[in-house]
């Protein structure tokens, strides 16, 4: 079945500073991939996804993220922190069938020190 | 863009007591709706997913007559937590699929903070 592993429960960057956040997806198919971004007690925005188009997808407020075939990656980056950028970040995969249920990764929490 | 609408934000209730949460879809058709649980510094895990005028599938380890799911259209889903009990105390978020934005169009509500006292 579909899933996807976020290496780092917590990252941490200074403003201005690259911001990368990894995920890794195990799947037998070709996998439709997500981020998304979550606010302190709020419901989650997307960021991007990946659905077999352009393997570098560039979503909302800089980022954009690069699927990689051979290692099994969809790493979301930003070039440079801002502070309103800390937040929980989930890495998402859709597990198909008739329902196409999008299964989360465990979640980063990114902290932007000034 | 789409809006999913979900009620109330947050809920504190007595133990043994039912709570309902509401999720519209309000510019958009939701032909299938899912609703999760986030515990405090988790993941999102998903409980069940209901599509439209059937009954809801529940994942393994839910308790389906403990968290009842009607989608009686295609724009409201509700969650009903029966019976509450202090460990039901979690975030709930529920997601709707846009029919319009083709298999993968996911809009989230804002969340339901249940407290169980």
Same mark, same amino acid.
């Given at each position: 079945?579909?899933?996807?592993?976020? *290496?780092?429960?917590?990252?941490?960057?200074?403003? #201005?500073?690259?911001?990368?956040?990894?995920?890794?997806?195990?799947?037998?198919?070709?996998?439709?991939?997500?981020?998304?971004?979550?606010?302190?007690?709020?419901?989650?925005?997307?960021? *991007?996804?990946?659905?077999?188009?352009?393997t570098l997808v560039k979503g909302i407020?800089?980022?954009?993220?690069?699927?990689?075939?051979?290692e099994t990656s969809f790493h979301l980056t930003k070039p440079s922190a801002h502070?309103?950028?800390?937040?929980?970040?989930?890495?998402?995969?859709?597990? #198909?069938?008739? +329902?196409?249920? *999008?299964?989360? #990764? +465990?979640?980063? *929490?990114?902290?932007?020190?000034? | 863009?789409?809006?999913?609408? @979900?009620?109330?934000?947050?809920?504190?209730?007595?133990?043994?007591?039912?709570?309902?949460?509401?999720?519209?879809?309000?510019?958009? @058709?939701?032909? !299938?709706?899912?609703?999760?649980? @986030?515990?405090?510094? &988790?993941?999102?895990?998903?409980?069940?997913?209901?599509?439209?005028?059937?009954?809801?599938?529940?994942? &393994?380890?839910?308790?389906?007559?403990?968290?009842?799911?009607?989608?009686?259209?295609?724009?409201?889903?509700?969650?009903?937590? !029966?019976?509450?009990?202090?460990?039901?105390?979690?975030?709930?978020?529920?997601?709707?699929?846009?029919?319009?934005?083709?298999?993968?169009?996911?809009?989230?509500?804002?969340? !339901?903070?249940?407290?169980?006292?």
């Amino acid at each position: 079945a579909q899933s996807v592993t976020q *290496l780092g429960s917590h990252v941490s960057v200074s403003e #201005g500073a690259l911001v990368l956040l990894r995920c890794n997806y195990s799947s037998s198919v070709p996998p439709y991939l997500f981020w998304y971004v979550q606010y302190p007690n709020q419901g989650l925005q997307l960021l *991007l996804k990946y659905t077999s188009a352009a393997t570098l997808v560039k979503g909302i407020n800089g980022f954009e993220a690069e699927f990689k075939k051979s290692e099994t990656s969809f790493h979301l980056t930003k070039p440079s922190a801002h502070m309103s950028d800390a937040a929980e970040y989930f890495c998402a995969v859709i597990r #198909g069938g008739a +329902t196409n249920k *999008l299964i989360f #990764g +465990t979640g980063t *929490l990114l902290a932007v020190q000034p | 863009g789409a809006v999913v609408s @979900q009620h109330p934000s947050w809920v504190i209730c007595k133990s043994g007591t039912s709570v309902k949460i509401e999720c519209r879809s309000l510019d958009f @058709q939701a032909t !299938t709706m899912f609703w999760y649980r @986030q515990f405090p510094k &988790q993941s999102l895990m998903l409980m069940a997913t209901s599509n439209e005028g059937s009954k809801a599938t529940y994942e &393994q380890g839910v308790e389906k007559d403990k968290f009842l799911i009607n989608h009686a259209s295609l724009t409201l889903s509700t969650l009903t937590v !029966t019976s509450a009990h202090p460990e039901d105390s979690s975030f709930y978020i529920c997601s709707a699929r846009d029919k319009s934005a083709g298999n993968y169009g996911y809009t989230f509500g804002s969340g !339901t903070r249940l407290t169980v006292v």
